[in-house]
């Protein structure tokens, strides 16, 4: 069984400035890990994922998330936020054998302000 | 293309009255998975269906129930609704192997 920790409910955060969402996991199998967002009223749409590789892995919209497997986590950055990009932010693993069965944390609502 | 379709959007059902929601996936996406979406919360696993075979199971009673047609387009049904069961429900469509899952808008369930 696996699960994710969101660290933060909410993260207040000024236009321009950087974000970080913290996200840890905790599986005794092998996980694939990803970041959804959802905006108001709408359906959950994938940001990035780290499947394999380079730990590093990248949006086209400026987000960014690094894997750490010695700490367990896949924290979430962008360096300068717009106001668009107020959402909620979930973290979610699944495990490599255990394709489109997804465990998502509890989210971190990022409210973002002139 | 169409994305993943979900009907209704919305619906109000009273306590001990039966539900049923509906997702057309992605053409050419074989599985449909179901999550439950209480507020404040994130989604929580409760079907996989592939081929029109149950794949996988979440923690959810019994009276939680889905089926998947030879479209693959899904069912989800909720008998004896208790106001818990309030929450959106998404629906997410999968190429088989693949790792990213496709989500709809999801149906918005009020049990009153």
């Known amino acids: 069984a696996q699960s994710v920790t969101q660290l933060d409910s909410q993260v207040p955060v000024f236009e321009e400035a950087p974000v970080e969402l913290r996200c840890n996991y905790s599986s005794s199998v092998s996980v694939y890990l990803f970041w959804y967002v959802q905006y108001p009223n709408q359906g959950l749409q994938l940001l990035l994922k780290y499947l394999s590789g380079s730990t590093l892995v990248k949006s086209i919209n400026g987000f960014e998330a690094e894997f750490n497997k010695s700490q367990t986590s896949f924290h979430l950055r962008k360096p300068s936020v717009h106001i668009s990009d107020t959402a909620e932010y979930f973290c979610a693993v699944s495990e490599t054998d255990s394709w489109g069965k997804l465990q998502f944390g509890a989210g971190t609502q990022v409210v973002v302000t002139p | 293309d169409a994305g993943v379709t979900q009907s209704p959007t919305h619906l109000i059902k009273t306590r001990g009255q039966h539900v049923t929601l509906r997702c057309s996936p992605i053409s050419g996406h074989k599985s449909v998975s179901w999550y439950q979406q209480v507020l404040g919360q994130g989604p929580q696993f409760i079907f996989q269906y592939y081929e029109k075979e149950e794949r996988g199971r979440g923690n959810f009673p019994d009276r939680f129930s889905a089926r998947q047609f030879p479209n693959y387009s899904s069912e989800l049904n909720v008998n004896a609704l208790l106001l818990g069961d309030s929450a959106l429900y998404l629906c997410?469509?999968?190429?088989?192997?693949?790792?990213?899952?496709?989500f709809g808008q999801g149906t918005r369930l009020t049990v009153v």
């Open positions: 997410a469509s999968t190429v088989q192997g693949s790792t990213e899952a496709f």
